[in-house]
């Protein structure tokens, strides 16, 4: 019984895991979202599954939507209107410059 309860174990740690990491991945693909944001969301969520004895997926549902939800409370309003000017500014040099390329054969 001990062993099933030991491979239980694991396996739920490695779930847990496995949230966490998509929520960072998704949380600093936020426009604006910086170091310290992270962690603050890291900390917030792991303080409280720590806290409840829970899975995040059980407190916080889908990685993906939970980090879009916590980069709107965490960021500033104005700096992730500010990374989302300087992203799409960033984004149409690249695609001049792609087009360049293609055209110079370079």
């Known amino acids: 019984m001990a062993g099933k309860d030991k491979t239980t174990d694991a396996k739920a740690e490695k779930d847990r895991g496995k ?37 995040p ?9 939970y980090a879009v939800q916590t980069a709107a409370r965490l960021v500033p309003a104005d700096r992730a209107a500010r990374a ?15 087009k360049v390329r293609d055209v110079s054969g370079l």
């Open 19 to 55: 949230w966490m990491a998509r929520f960072q991945v998704r949380l600093v693909m936020q426009p604006g979202v910086d170091r310290a944001v992270i962690l603050q969301a890291v900390k917030e969520v792991t303080a409280h599954c720590a806290e409840t004895g829970t899975h």
């Open 57 to 65: 997926r059980t407190e916080f549902g889908d990685p993906d939507a």
């Open 84 to 98: 989302k000017r300087h992203n799409g500014v960033m984004n149409a040099f690249e695609s001049v410059f792609k």
